[in-house]
């Protein structure tokens, strides 16, 4: 059976899908749950820590979910730079149509029904964090670079002889995140349209043959 916190922070989220923020009671959430309302205070401290646990949840399983795109393709071995921003874009499209938090998190525009930015925010670290409650959501300048970092280190895996210099193949990358982030805001006609541009971009930076 999950562990209380996790099952607070399922209440909540599927709270979201029913009434804005502002809406959400938290002795609701503790009923949902199964648990007191104590118990609820007791892991996040107040109605903002909450938030800043379920904001900082659904990134963290957005970006497991990048790497985990991101190692299929390098595991291939017919990969390159450019099929890996494509991989890591599709995954990110998805993510942020299906997840308003993902999408809110990645844009920094949450709208009334989510829950505002409750505190300072840090970076999302790819090493295991301390407790969440005390910890600011991810903002968009973050998920950036923990995107282009992860992005960076497949197509360092695919890399072969002649491949450009790490800093150039970094800066391609975080072209293709920034890239990616404008059809979250301005979708293409598909997702697929979209990772076809990313990929593009990516092997003009890195002045790579197209690929049929």
Known sequence: MPAARELLLDAAFTALGT????????????????????????????????????????????????DRSLADVAERGDADAGDCCAAAAVWTLR??????????????????????????????????????AARGA????????RIRDSAAEAVGRTAGPGAADPEAIRRACETAVRVTLSYVVAPAASDVEAAGQVARVVRALLDAPERS
């Open 19 to 66: 009434r804005p923020w502002h809406g959400v009671r938290m002795v609701d959430v503790a009923a949902a749950a199964g648990v007191s309302r104590q118990t609820l205070y007791n892991e996040f401290g107040s109605k903002d820590g909450l938030a800043r646990a379920l904001v900082r949840r659904e990134a963290e399983s957005f970006l497991a979910g990048v």
């Open 95 to 132: 993510a942020a149509r299906a997840n308003p938090l993902v999408r809110a998190a990645l844009t920094g525009c949450r709208g009334e029904r989510l829950p505002a930015q409750a505190a300072p925010a840090v970076p999302a670290p790819r090493t295991p964090p301390p407790p969440s």
């Open 138 to 145: 991810p903002v968009p300048a973050a998920l950036v670079e």
